[in-house]
């Protein structure tokens, strides 16, 4: 059986109660990429999660280290256009500035 889960839904606090544990090893769960889910993997992602509370804060964009953050002053009327086409597509207008950057970045590497 391959089922699909949204890690994003769960929200763990005192009050949240636990069923059964499930065997990953033996049972086949998917992420939202498709990609099945291991014992390891779900290991690494507890882990990963357990840092970031100690950290407080949102996880790091890349593989390790800190997500720097970058501003800049743009027109009312410039944001008012990017924030109907991130609405649009369902995204952030933060993931759509990193795309964007990196893909200027990227065209102009030497």
Do not use: C, W
Not at 11 to 24: I, M, S
Request: proline share 4%.
């Amino acid at each position: 059986m391959n089922r699909k889960i949204n890690t994003n839904q769960y929200a763990v606090d005192d009050n949240t109660e636990f069923g059964p544990d499930v065997d990953l090893d033996v049972e086949s769960y998917s992420d939202a990429n498709g990609e099945r889910i291991s014992e390891a993997a779900a290991q690494e992602y507890t882990a990963e999660r357990a840092e970031a509370a100690r950290r407080g804060g949102r996880p790091p964009l890349g593989k390790k280290g800190s997500s720097p953050s970058v501003a800049f002053r743009i027109s009312a009327e410039l944001r008012e256009r990017a924030e109907e086409v991130a609405a649009k597509e369902g995204r952030t207008l933060s993931a759509i500035a990193r795309e964007q950057l990196e893909r200027y970045i990227n065209s102009h590497a030497a």
